[in-house]
Each structure stands twice: as structure tokens, then as C-alpha cells.
């Protein structure tokens, strides 16, 4: 009777401990947006940033903003910011040239485009990827094993504007355009 009382017992805590664990790490996961939500309303207003923060209407647990001004090679820079369910937060900067995206496919020279990307992670702060539809993106991405690392993220909001550098050194693989100086 004793070991039928245990085993009921421990197949009860087996059973519920999943849906305790989704709940707390659910939990941990809204408290992280919303104080992302708070760094990105201070953090946008600073000159070297620059930028509003939306919450997407798409993904809850994703902001969006755009930098414009200032940049001689992009038309903007696209920045999505996700709170992911691993407990990192990741940084998807997608540079807008031309009217649109930089897509590996309608490159002139794809193969180039990749290859320098490539060099870029080897010398850059932020590295360089292309998502499944091929469009071309620079990333970071933080844990959140040590806390939240609001610093951090700020140095990494103030390196965005730099990415137009490399958007110019991509565009003779884009278009064959020279970068703007």
C-alpha cells in the first residue's frame, strides 16, 4: 500500500513538474519583454540610437524600430528584437537598399555577397547571416544566464549605425554600385 501511495505521488510530481516549469520560465520570459520594453523606450531616445521600439503585432515577444537617418549606403535599418524561449535575446538587423531587403538571390553576384559576409563575422562586432528566405541580416545575440545585461544591449543598440559601413562594402556584390563615402 505504502509503495502504491509513493509511486502515485511520484507520478503525479512527474506530471505536473512540466507545466510548473512552462508557467515559471513563461513567467521569466514576459518579465524579460517587459523590461526590454523599458530599456528599448530609454535607450531609442539617445542621439547615438535613435530609434522607436514597437511591439510586434505578429510576435509578442519581438520589438521592432528602424534607423534612417544618417546612413549614406542603406535606407534604413530594420531591427528586430526577440525574447526568445532559451533565455537569450536576439538582435536581427536587416539592412533596406534600394526600396527593399538585401536578398542573396537577386544579388549580382550572390556567391561575393555570401563570401564577404562570411569575412565580416571574422572582423566585426556584429556577425552576418541570411534568414530562410535568403534576405541578408547582421545579428547579436545575448544569453541570459548572468541576468539581464542592459549595458550591454545599449552598446549593441549604439553599434547598429555602423552597419551602413558594411552595407557599402556588400553593394559592389548588390548592384555593382560603389559605396557612398
Keep these: 500500500m505504502r509503495l502504491r501511495i509513493s509511486l502515485t505521488v511520484l507520478f503525479s510530481l512527474v506530471v505536473a513538474?512540466?507545466?510548473?516549469?512552462?508557467?515559471?520560465?513563461?513567467?521569466?520570459?514576459d518579465d524579460t519583454r517587459e523590461r526590454l520594453r523599458e530599456l528599448l523606450e530609454r535607450a531609442g531616445k539617445r542621439s547615438d540610437v535613435?530609434?522607436?521600439?514597437?511591439q510586434s503585432t505578429k510576435q509578442p515577444y519581438n520589438f521592432v524600430g528602424s534607423m534612417s537617418d544618417n546612413l549614406p549606403n542603406a535606407d534604413s535599418l530594420e531591427i528586430v528584437i526577440s525574447v526568445t524561449t532559451s533565455d537569450t535575446i536576439g538582435?536581427?538587423?536587416?539592412?533596406?537598399y534600394n526600396g527593399g531587403y538585401i536578398n542573396v538571390r537577386k544579388a549580382t553576384d550572390g556567391r561575393g555577397l555570401m563570401h564577404k559576409m562570411l569575412t565580416f563575422n571574422d572582423n566585426n562586432f556584429l556577425f552576418w547571416g541570411a534568414d530562410s528566405t535568403d534576405d541578408i541580416f547582421c545579428g547579436y545575440t545575448f544569453t541570459l544566464e548572468s541576468g539581464f545585461p542592459e549595458k550591454a544591449i545599449v552598446v549593441v543598440l549604439r553599434s547598429i549605425r555602423n552597419a551602413d559601413r558594411f552595407v557599402g562594402e556588400l553593394r559592389p556584390?548588390?548592384?555593382?554600385s560603389a559605396a557612398a563615402k
Excluded: G
Excluded at 535613435?50 to 514597437?54: I, L, M, P, Q, V
Excluded at 538582435?91 to 533596406?96: G, L, M, S, T, V
Excluded at 556584390?173 to 555593382?176: A, P
Design 50 to 54: 535613435n530609434a522607436t521600439f514597437k
Design 91 to 96: 538582435f536581427r538587423i536587416y539592412p533596406h
Design 17 to 29: 513538474l512540466p507545466s510548473v516549469f512552462a508557467q515559471s520560465t513563461e513567467s521569466s520570459r
Design 173 to 176: 556584390f548588390v548592384d555593382r
